[in-house]
T-cell receptor, first 113, second 113 residues
Framework: GNSVTQMEGPVTLSEEAFLTINCTYT??????LFWYVQYPGEGLQLLLK?????DKGSNKGFEATYRKETTSFHLEKGSVQVSDSAVYFC????????????FGKGTLLTVNP | GAGVSQSPSNKVTEKGKDVELRCDPI?????LYWYRQSLGQGLEFLIY????????KSGLPSDRFSAERTGGSVSTLTIQRTQQEDSAVYLC???????????FGPGTRLTVT
C-alpha cells in the first residue's frame, strides 16, 4: 500500500535560517505529492503540490521537487520567518477512484526570532 | 466564500455514548472526505463520498463508525458506543470533483472520558 515517511521533529530554527524537511514515499503507479501546513489553531491548508516527476511545487517561498528516482519530495525554504512556525505534512494520492490522501506523521517547525 | 465548516468544534463525551459530527462542505463540491488526526496514528483516511454514495469506506476503524451524506452536501459521521481510543480530531475535506484540491475544515476535537 501507499505510505509516506517524513522527518520527525520537532525542528527549531532561528529566523532567516535554511529549512529542509525530508519526505519519502512508497506508492503504486504515479502519485501526486503534496505538502500541507497546519498553523496553530487552524485547519490544514495546501502549501504546494506536484503531479508528475521532476515537477517543482512552490508557494510562499517554499519549494519541493518530485524526485521519482529517489521517491522523495523534500520541502525547502531559503529563509524562514517566525510566521512559518507550524506543523508540516507530506502527503500523496495515487489517483484511482477516490484520490484519498495518505499523510506522513507531520513535522513541527518552530522558528525563533 | 465560505469554507468547509464542522460542528461541534469540541465534544466531550462519556465512554459508551454515541456522538454525531457534522461537516458542511463548500457549496458545489461533489467529493467529501473524512480523516482522523490522533497522536499515535497521525492523519488517517476514514471514508470518501462522491455525491451521496460512499465508494470507499476502507478507513472506518470498526462497525461502530458510520457516515452518511444527504443532498450531495452535509455529511454526518456517527460513532456509536464511544471508546477512549476514539479520542482524536476528526477532519472533513471537500473538493470540487475527485482529484481536485481538497479543502479542509477546522476539525472536531472529540474527547472520550
Amino acid at each position: 500500500g501507499n505510505s509516506v515517511t517524513q522527518m520527525e521533529g520537532p525542528v527549531t530554527l532561528s529566523e532567516e535560517a535554511f529549512l529542509t524537511i525530508n519526505c519519502t514515499y512508497t506508492a503504486t503507479g504515479y502519485p501526486s505529492l503534496f505538502w500541507y501546513v497546519q498553523y496553530p489553531g487552524e485547519g490544514l491548508q495546501l502549501l504546494l503540490k506536484a503531479t508528475k516527476a521532476d515537477d517543482k511545487g512552490s508557494n510562499k517561498g517554499f519549494e519541493a521537487t518530485y524526485r521519482k528516482e529517489t521517491t522523495s519530495f523534500h520541502l525547502e525554504k531559503g529563509s524562514v520567518q517566525v510566521s512559518d512556525s507550524a506543523v508540516y505534512f507530506c502527503a500523496l494520492n495515487s489517483g484511482g477512484s477516490n484520490y484519498k490522501l495518505t499523510f506522513g506523521k507531520g513535522t513541527l517547525l518552530t522558528v525563533n526570532p | 466564500g465560505a469554507g468547509v465548516s464542522q460542528s461541534p468544534s469540541n465534544k466531550v463525551t462519556e465512554k459508551g455514548k454515541d456522538v454525531e459530527l457534522r461537516c458542511d462542505p463548500i457549496s458545489g463540491h461533489t467529493a467529501l472526505y473524512w480523516y482522523r488526526q490522533s497522536l499515535g496514528q497521525g492523519l488517517e483516511f476514514l471514508i470518501y463520498f462522491q455525491g451521496n454514495s460512499a465508494p470507499d469506506k476502507s478507513g472506518l476503524p470498526s462497525d461502530r463508525f458510520s457516515a452518511e451524506r444527504t443532498g450531495g452536501s452535509v455529511s454526518t459521521l456517527t460513532i456509536q458506543r464511544t471508546q477512549q481510543e476514539d479520542s482524536a480530531v476528526y477532519l472533513c475535506a471537500s473538493s470540487l470533483r475527485q482529484g481536485n484540491e481538497q479543502y479542509f475544515g477546522p476539525g472536531t476535537r472529540l474527547t472520550v472520558t
